[in-house]
């Protein structure tokens, strides 16, 4: 079974400050998803990658794709209190028929 | 925009009762998922349907579990005989296709406590 870790597991920073969320695995994946989860909700999804070394923007949200496709990682630029949430990484393997395996998640609290 | 509903939204059960959860899917997706998440762990694939069928299941879902499209609309997940440890998160999930960059909508989920 192919591994994701995320990392941090726990972020906790001031309003403005960036944040990065890493993703990391040893499989190589075909697509790497990142989804939001609010308390009580499931997952939203906010991007899917799929070309290595693609990099993608969603406002203040910046995730890249490794070149090897097997890591990720998200940026947040001048975080907000809204961005406060937990964020997945979810990758899928063609071989595996591209159902996703999710990583533990990193939660995010934006203090203001 | 559509969404995957479910219900119901909290579910308590006793030890060895069987619960049924419910699904709508988005209505044009074809393939459709349970996940489930245990409190304070990661999000686990529980079972994959297409076309009418169990595209791949999990060591997780094992005999007590099973899955249906009873109508065109509704897609279950049935436990059998519940354990505590079954007492998680289930997400139901779709998508249009099953390529890697097609996206997966998920339902709000149904918590299963077991007592």
Redesign the interface.
């Known amino acids: 079974t192919q591994l994701l870790e995320q990392s941090p597991q726990f972020l906790s920073i001031q309003e403005g400050e960036n944040l990065t969320v890493y993703c990391n695995s040893s499989s190589v ?3 790497l ?1 990142w ?1 939001r989860q609010e308390p ?6 906010l991007v ?1 990658v ?1 070309t290595g070394g693609e990099v993608k923007k969603l406002k203040r949200l910046t995730f890249q794709f490794g070149d090897a496709r097997k890591d990720s990682s998200l940026h947040i630029t001048a975080a907000q209190t809204g961005d406060t949430g937990l964020y ?1 990484c ?1 990758g ?1 393997r ?1 071989a ?10 990193t939660r995010v609290l934006v203090k203001p | 925009e559509p969404e995957v509903t479910q219900t119901p939204s909290h579910q308590v059960t006793q030890m060895g009762q069987e619960v049924i959860l419910r699904c709508v899917p988005i209505s044009n997706h074809l393939y459709f998922y349970w996940y489930r998440q245990i409190l304070g762990q990661k999000v686990e694939f529980l079972v994959s349907f297409y076309n009418n069928e169990i595209s791949e299941k999990s060591e997780i879902f094992d005999d007590q579990f099973s899955v249906e499209r009873p109508d065109g609309s509704n897609f279950t997940l049935k436990i059998r005989s519940t354990k505590l440890e079954d007492s998680a998160m289930y997400f139901c999930a779709s998508r249009l296709g099953d390529q890697a960059n097609s996206p997966l909508h998920f339902g709000n989920g149904t918590r299963l406590t077991v007592t």
């Open positions: 994946f075909s697509s998803q989804y009580g909700e499931g997952p939203v999804l899917t799929v997945l979810a899928a063609e595996a028929g591209n159902k996703l395996t999710f990583g533990g998640g």
